[in-house]
């Protein structure tokens, strides 16, 4: 019982000792809040990153908020809003989140998630736009395009609501982000959207079909690849069609 007491009385201690110094830094915080001198020194900017990130930069960053003449550095702590710096952040379609909040240093933290692109959209007419991973559109940066680029007949909804799905299982799988550069849409007798994928390697055609089931589809041609490509050659066949389930069905190219 008296060590369980012990037990008892030292986790009040670390808890009253925690309280106590929360309300001491409330304290300094508030003071230096309402202090007239109180300027922020600095902008801590955290941009996280992956593979096919690099849309947003420190720099546009720091131009989008002195555009809007709510850059954080050199102003008053107390007349800096976060709200409205995450605000206007939000406005940037690359921006998937964004966290801003000040620290008793007198700086003031930007954390930022960007979204992530998985497509590229080519429409006919030259213009295009990205697609990220949650299907979200991204209208066209000058940002260099460094994923599968899709071609055809592509409404914004098939784009969303497949394309998406296929661009992300690509770009995240280092095998298929290095074997597709290019996807052309088009449709079938039934009126159904087909896909044909164009390779980086060889000179084939691979006929994907619905986008139905293209997991296995694509799990079927790497087994292909890994087991006869090695003996055959990446140029042999002008076409390869995956659409018919189970089957793997090749179109020789034609000897001259």
């Given at each position: 019982m008296k060590l369980?007491?012990?037990?008892?009385?030292?986790?009040?201690?670390?808890?009253l000792i925690g309280v106590a110094a929360y309300i001491v830094y409330a304290i300094c915080w508030a003071a230096e809040e309402r202090d007239p001198e109180a300027i922020c020194t600095s902008v801590e900017l955290n941009i996280e990153q992956n593979q096919h990130s690099g849309f947003i930069t420190p720099a546009t960053i720091e131009q989008t908020l002195r555009t809007a003449n709510i850059y954080p550095a050199g102003r008053?702590?107390?007349?800096?809003?976060?709200?409205?710096?995450?605000?206007?952040?939000?406005?940037?379609?690359?921006?998937?989140?964004?966290?801003?909040?000040?620290?008793?240093?007198?700086?003031?933290?930007?954390?930022?998630?960007?979204?992530?692109?998985?497509i590229y959209i080519l429409k006919a007419d030259g213009n295009g736009y990205y697609v990220d991973r949650n299907g979200k559109i991204i209208?066209?940066?000058?940002?260099?395009?460094?994923?599968p680029v899709a071609t055809g007949k592509i409404t914004q909804r098939y784009a969303q609501k497949c394309l998406s799905r296929l661009?992300?299982?690509?770009?995240?799988?280092?095998?298929?982000?290095?074997?597709?550069?290019?996807?052309?849409?088009?449709?079938?007798s039934d009126g159904e959207y087909t896909i044909d994928i164009i390779p980086r390697i060889g000179t084939g055609i691979i006929k994907l079909g619905t986008i139905a089931n293209y997991e296995k589809k694509l799990?079927?041609?790497?087994?292909?690849?890994?087991?006869?490509?090695p003996t055959i050659g990446w140029n042999k066949y002008t076409t390869i069609d995956l659409a018919y389930d189970g089957q793997i069905i090749c179109k020789k190219q034609k000897k001259k």
């Open positions: 369980k007491r012990g037990i008892q009385l030292i986790t009040a201690a670390i808890l008053n702590m107390a007349d800096i809003s976060t709200r409205a710096i995450e605000a206007e952040l939000q406005k940037n379609d690359f921006v998937e989140d964004v966290t801003c909040y000040k620290t008793a240093n007198r700086k003031v933290h930007i954390d930022i998630t960007q979204r992530t692109p998985v209208q066209k940066t000058t940002y260099p395009v460094n994923m661009g992300n299982y690509i770009v995240g799988n280092d095998f298929w982000n290095n074997q597709i550069e290019q996807l052309y849409v088009s449709t079938n799990s079927r041609l790497r087994t292909f690849y890994e087991k006869a490509v």
